[in-house]
């Protein structure tokens, strides 16, 4: 383009411009909702020092402490500023609870329904994070605006039911998935247990031979708004993350790791018992050993590994 039509492209614009009325759209606010998964052991006051606790695929969630859902549990998330992207708004938001920004963050979901909020017109971004409780500033978690406390639950989340119908070229599946988040937090005298649950469906169309999923939620006890189905909604496409490349695993762990630590990650995000050779052939070429041993429990020492670099991200 010569740089005459440039110019008369420009003027034109900025005369358009000039008589368009923005404000004669409704527009919603843009919120970012973090589903923030990491992997830890539960503690517990009898455990055994001969052997290490058990490990859990665990969320984090942040109970709210206004209006609306005062006192229930969401995710941690919160509106889009002035000059902010949706990427740094969750960026922000993750710092404001964890006190770290190390996290891999990734982009998952739309969840724009008019009355998925009763404040109003609000459409959500949805992000998977995967954290290293390492990073985490202190090993503390803060929690920030409306949230009065934030806390790692234990999630659980299962198929109940699944229901496949064809119809040409068309076909649809309906499958019931059982989400189950419990948080336990030792006190001085007892033991407090929390306890969220949710069935929330998901509605999968294969048209034209394409994909089209969105989630419902059949019900919901103690979870804030709609951040069941958005929980649910994440947490299977972690799972298809991981189907697809085996690195996300490698986001879970520490600087310095065993292959056991490895394998029991990704056991926990598949659902699935790995066969430990064959997993070991498959990580093999993304982890370089270290002189370093680890201590588990009452077991022998373990070798540390770390990223191969020159391979993980060629």
């Not at 033991?191 to 069935?199: D, G, K, Q, S, Y």
């Not at 394998?263 to 270290?290: C, D, H, M, W």
């Amino acid at each position: 383009m010569t740089m005459s039509g440039t110019k008369e492209y420009e003027s034109a614009d900025r005369e358009f411009l000039a008589g368009y009325d923005i404000s004669r759209y409704d527009r919603p606010s843009i919120a970012a909702d973090i589903a923030v998964f990491s992997v830890g052991r539960k503690l517990s006051e009898d455990a055994d020092y001969r052997r290490l606790p058990e490990k859990t695929l665990r969320l984090l969630m942040v109970r709210r402490a206004k209006q609306p859902f005062c006192g229930e549990w969401a995710l941690p998330g919160g509106f889009m500023q002035k000059n902010e992207t949706i990427q740094q708004t969750a960026r922000r938001e993750l710092k404001e609870e964890t006190g770290t920004d190390k996290a891999y963050l990734s982009l998952c979901d739309v969840f724009s329904d008019s009355g998925r909020d009763p404040r109003g017109w609000i459409v959500s971004q949805s992000f998977i994070a995967v954290l290293n409780e390492d990073d985490l500033a202190d090993g503390r978690l803060e929690a920030g605006g409306d949230a009065g406390e934030a806390g790692w639950f234990d999630i659980t989340v299962q198929k109940q039911a699944e229901h496949r119908r064809e119809q040409g070229n068309e076909i649809t599946c309906d499958n019931d998935y059982e989400l189950t988040l419990v948080r336990s937090v030792c006190g001085e005298e007892s033991e407090e247990r929390i306890t969220l649950f949710a069935v929330v469906r998901e509605h999968i169309e294969y048209r034209d031979h394409h994909e089209i999923i969105t989630y419902e939620i059949v019900r919901s006890q103690g979870i804030a708004f709609d951040h069941a189905r958005i929980v649910t909604g994440a947490f299977n496409r972690l799972q298809r993350m991981l189907d697809s490349d085996i690195r996300i695993a490698f986001d879970f762990m520490p600087e310095q790791f065993t292959l056991t630590d490895l394998q029991e990650a990704v056991e926990l995000i598949s659902g699935q018992e790995l066969i430990k050779p064959n997993f070991r052939r498959k990580v093999n070429e993304y982890v370089r050993e270290t002189d370093t041993q680890v201590l588990n429990g009452g077991h022998r020492p373990a070798k540390a590994y770390v990223r191969n670099l020159e391979r993980f991200y060629r």
